[in-house]
């Protein structure tokens, strides 16, 4: 199957979002949890100080906790609006940020920071002056607003009313921050909401039920539960530990220079959407196959160029005095659970 496609269609009852290009999984979305969904808004409690960390425990709906690095300047029992940032790690607090934003496909709102910008990426000043004039027609208020790549080639209705409803529900959502309990907001948005968000390239469309196996999704999502990443140039294994993330690069029985840096630039490469289909997050640890120091700096620059376009935020921490390369990515999904990866 030639193309991009974004197939919406549940797994074992879950909720879930594939994008493929030309037939093979490039990203999935799969709505594994009760916990709170990143972008999820609360009115939340403030709970107590973490001393020594400048951050501070809040109370959530249902008894749930979480956490505001930045907890200066708060007393115990105010109520402030939050919004989920990450899945909690195990047993540990959802984390949560004060800078509350309302994103939706086209624009995005910013309240308590008022401004209107267009995305660099749209660089034609006819269509950019289009848009300011779309924005100021819409945009009433003392709410920032942000439009989106995705403007650029949409049609000028459909941005004038994302840009009407992401107002009113910022409106709404400021107007019930003030209360003397937790209670949730906003819910976050679900994969097939999340794909019809961001995925916002030209693509085939799928929501016919069980087109999951109809157009080979399933067998994809179940070869996740291996560590194995074929590269083409050699291999690479990906395992989680309870510390960290793993990576393994080999090249089989050629150990030359050359195969080896095939073999590394191919893992850079790969590595992006490897760690994004499997929602591997926290710290990465790279074990690339050894080379040069000059070598080094190609890797490295393929790493920037793989990583620059993944949706999730990672940052290239650099290599170690024993010469792996560490990375340190935000946790915005959860794994893959292994009994689901069973039941495929």
């Known amino acids: 199957m030639k193309g991009r496609s974004i197939i919406l269609d549940h797994v074992n009852g879950l909720e879930a979002a594939a994008y493929l290009v030309d037939g093979k999984l490039d990203d999935l979305l799969i709505d594994q949890t009760d916990a709170p969904r990143p972008g999820a808004i609360y009115r939340a409690i403030c709970d107590r100080p973490i001393k020594g960390q400048g951050g501070m425990m809040l109370r959530l709906p249902d008894g749930d ?38 994103k939706s496909r086209y624009a995005i709102v910013t309240p308590g920071k008022p401004g209107l910008n267009i995305s660099r990426q749209i660089v034609d000043e006819d269509i950019r002056d289009n848009l300011l004039a779309i924005a100021h027609a819409a945009h009433e208020g003392e709410h920032g607003l942000i439009l989106r790549s995705s403007c650029e080639t949409a049609d000028p209705t ?16 400021l107007a019930d921050a003030d209360g003397d309990s937790p209670e949730a907001l906003t819910e976050g948005d679900s994969p097939h909401v999340l794909a019809w968000r961001d995925w916002t390239g030209a693509s085939e469309i799928v929501t016919v039920p069980g087109s999951f196996a109809s157009h080979g999704v399933l067998e994809q999502i179940a070869a996740l539960g291996q560590a194995l ?8 294994y990906v395992e989680p530990t309870r510390a960290l993330v793993a990576v393994d690069v080999n090249t089989g029985s ?90 495929l």
């Open 158 to 173: 459909e941005i004038a009313e994302d840009i009407t409803a992401m107002l009113d529900l910022a409106d709404a959502v």
């Open 65 to 102: 906790t979480a956490f505001l690095r930045a907890g200066k300047g708060l007393r115990q029992g105010q109520a402030l609006l939050v919004q989920v940032t990450g899945y909690a790690e195990g047993s540990k607090a959802v984390p949560v940020t004060d800078r509350v934003l309302f």
């Open 254 to 343: 050629d150990t030359t220079p050359a195969a080896a840096l095939k073999a590394n630039l191919a893992a850079a490469r790969a590595l992006p959407r490897a760690l994004r289909l499997r929602g591997l997050g926290g710290q990465i640890s790279v074990d690339f196959v050894s080379m040069s120091k000059t070598h080094r700096k190609q890797v490295e620059q393929s790493l920037r160029a793989a990583f620059k376009n993944d949706p999730v935020e990672t940052s290239l921490v650099g290599w170690t005095p024993m010469g792996l390369f560490e990375l340190q990515r935000k946790r915005e999904r959860l794994p893959l659970p292994a009994d689901l990866l069973r039941r």
């Open 229 to 236: 990443v074929p590269l083409g140039e050699g291999q690479m």
